[in-house]
């Protein structure tokens, strides 16, 4: 069966300081993967979708950027992280069918 | 730009009764979604209904949708606490890779 793993769990970070976000898929090969933010009671923006190793399209222009590296990995960062970059980042999958299937999540504090 | 808007943004409801959730949406559609979001955690598929498709169901879920409406709606009977959730509704822009365009949620709370 498919899982997906998201790290870390949560993460505290000051302002200025950079930022690495890993999501990896098991079970399946090539998905498109996401990447999400969803601040404090809200809906889901998303930033980043990917539907190949080195193919990224990005959806809001901001300091954040994406890799994809290996087929099952997806990677978020940041060189200078904002206080407005707090949020819960969640990593999706699908293989080319409607449903998508998320990770557990990340909780970004930025301070 | 958002695509589905869900109704009402919060729900609080006693444990035993129904929940209804609606969502709307603006362009044509190949199908909707309904996904399931507990507090702190990623989100969860829960039931998909096609274009061609008026009502479908899953245990105690119940999706509706009226395309001539742009619309969907949620039902979940007699609904426990562990329901208690935001539930967001999603929808394909188009077919292929194109990601999901997902509502801001409604805020299920279920009272015991």
């Known amino acids: 069966s498919q899982t997906i793993h998201q790290w870390p769990a949560t993460l505290v970070q000051p302002v200025g300081s950079p930022l690495s976000l890993e999501c990896t898929v098991e079970?399946?090969?090539?998905?498109?993967l996401y990447w999400y933010r969803q601040a404090a009671g809200r809906g889901l923006q998303l930033l980043f979708y990917s539907v190949g190793i080195g193919q990224i399209s990005s959806e809001v222009p901001q300091n954040l950027s994406a890799s994809r590296p290996q087929d099952r990995q997806f990677i978020l960062s940041s060189k200078k992280l904002l206080l407005s970059d707090s949020g819960f980042y969640l990593c999706?999958?699908?293989?080319?069918?409607?449903?998508?299937?998320f990770g557990p999540g990340t909780r970004l504090t930025v301070l | 730009s958002q695509q589905g808007e869900e109704d009402p943004q919060a729900l609080s409801i006693q444990e035993g009764e129904n929940a209804t959730m609606n969502c709307s949406y603006k362009t044509s559609i190949n199908n909707l979604q309904w996904y399931r979001q507990n507090s702190g955690r990623g989100l969860v598929h829960l039931i998909l209904i096609r274009s061609n498709e008026r009502e479908k169901h899953s245990g105690r879920l119940r999706v509706t949708l009226d395309t001539s409406k742009k619309s969907s709606s949620l039902l979940i009977t007699a609904s426990r606490a562990a329901d208690t959730a935001s539930y967001f509704c999603a929808t394909p822009p188009n077919s292929g890779n194109t990601p999901l365009v997902f509502g801001k949620g409604t805020r299920l709370s279920v009272i015991a």
């Open positions: 079970g399946t090969s090539n998905p498109n």
């Open positions: 999706a999958w699908t293989t080319g069918g409607d449903t998508q299937y």
